[in-house]
Nanobody, 118 residues
Framework: QVQLVESGGGLVQTGGSLRLSCVAS????????MRWYRQVPGKERELVAL???????KYADSVAGRFTISADNAKNTVYLQMDSLKPEDTAVYLC????????????WGQGTQVTVSS
């Protein structure tokens, strides 16, 4: 089992920055990958960024060059640094983790709201 708790959302103006945090209840080195998704009502959940236990990262085209995902293994925390924010980045941001090899388990946090005003 893994509990995930996100924080850091809020209201920011266009061009501003926010840093989201996702704290896991166990060592993130034991987790295959951690991801940030975002959800807008009426739209499909979108994968924003991921980081593997080995430190590899990937980004959605819509955020590449503006967002940075990183991990602090000592704090069991994954961050999403969001710069040059745009109104279209407004969403609930959710942290996701998966564990296991043959049998994968997937866990979600409760989400944190990010609102970018124009």
């Amino acid at each position: 089992q893994v509990q995930l708790v996100e924080s850091g959302g809020g209201l920011v103006q266009t061009g501003g920055s926010l840093r989201l945090s996702c704290v896991a209840s166990r060592s993130i080195l034991s987790i295959n990958a951690m991801r940030w998704y975002r959800q807008v009502p009426g739209k499909e959940r979108e994968l924003v960024a991921l980081i593997t236990s080995g430190g590899s990262t990937k980004y959605a085209d819509s955020v590449a060059g503006r967002f940075t995902i990183s991990a602090d293994n000592a704090k069991n925390t994954v961050y999403l640094q969001m710069d040059s924010l745009k109104p279209e980045d407004t969403a609930v941001y959710l942290c996701n983790a998966d564990t296991g090899l043959t049998f994968r388990s997937v866990y979600w946090g409760q989400g944190t709201q990010v609102t970018v005003s124009s």
